[in-house]
């Protein structure tokens, strides 16, 4: 079936650095969505992609749709302390309203 | 605009005890909705989904069932709950822009 991994699994930056991560399927997604869930929370939705090669920004946030359509990537600019915690994506499998999630990626930063 | 409930809160049964989770939404109508769970450290596992009144798609064979009896409502049950039904329940909405939001979840803690 339909998998999706990001990578790193987990990152410790400095506050004030950028952060990359991405996420990788074997198969052709249509949508990707970026979530980011703190501790004891349900994830917040932070950015939803629609179109291949599609850059996204959300403050201090942007998220990319790859060209081929098996990957997606966000960056985090200036990192902050209320950055920490772990980041999702998802996207619905093909022709449903089921979605797959992202093994997550785990963001902590040193102040 | 819309917001999406969840009680209880926490939760801590023990060991062949029934279970009952609510979800509710308001400000929308014919959500999808959905019911995930969450181990500790872990992604979302999708449980159930459903696209309407009395429709519930199943994607884990396990203790657990769902149900939707008014259109905003959605409903996990269990008869006689298992240590391993543990972890964190979260209900989501979705809308035909295939974007999906979370609820707050429930801890719940089977002894």
């Known amino acids: 079936g339909q998998q999706l991994n990001q990578s790193p699994q987990s990152m410790f930056i400095q506050e004030g650095e950028d952060v990359s991560m991405n996420c990788t399927s074997s198969?052709?997604?249509?949508?990707w969505l970026w979530y980011k869930q703190d501790p004891g929370e349900g994830p917040v939705l932070l950015i939803a992609?629609?179109?291949?090669?599609e850059l996204t920004s959300n403050g201090r946030l942007t998220a990319q749709f790859g060209i081929t359509r098996k990957d997606s990537f966000l960056n985090i600019s200036a990192s902050i302390p209320s950055d920490v915690g772990i980041y999702f994506c998802?996207?619905?499998?093909?022709?449903?309203?089921?979605?797959?999630f992202g093994t997550g990626t785990r963001l902590k930063v040193l102040a | 605009s819309q917001t999406i409930h969840q009680w209880p809160a926490t939760l801590v049964q023990p060991v062949g005890s029934p279970l009952s989770l609510e979800c509710t939404v308001e400000?929308?109508?014919?959500?999808?909705l959905y019911w995930y769970r969450q181990a500790a450290g872990r992604g979302l596992q999708l449980l159930f989904y459903?696209?309407?009144?009395?429709?519930i798609s199943s994607e884990v064979p396990q203790n657990l069932s769902a149900s939707r009896p008014q259109d905003r409502q959605f409903i996990l049950s269990s008869k006689k709950l298992l240590l391993s039904d543990s972890g964190f329940y979260l209900c989501?909405?979705?809308?035909?822009?295939?974007?999906?939001?979370f609820g707050p979840g429930t801890r719940l803690t089977v002894t």
């Open positions: 459903s696209v309407g009144i009395g429709q």
């Open positions: 992609l629609y179109k291949a090669g």
């Open positions: 989501a909405w979705g809308d035909n822009s295939y974007e999906q939001y």
């Open positions: 998802a996207g619905p499998t093909s022709g449903t309203y089921k979605y797959i």
């Open positions: 198969s052709i997604f249509n949508t």
């Open positions: 400000g929308t109508s014919n959500p999808n």
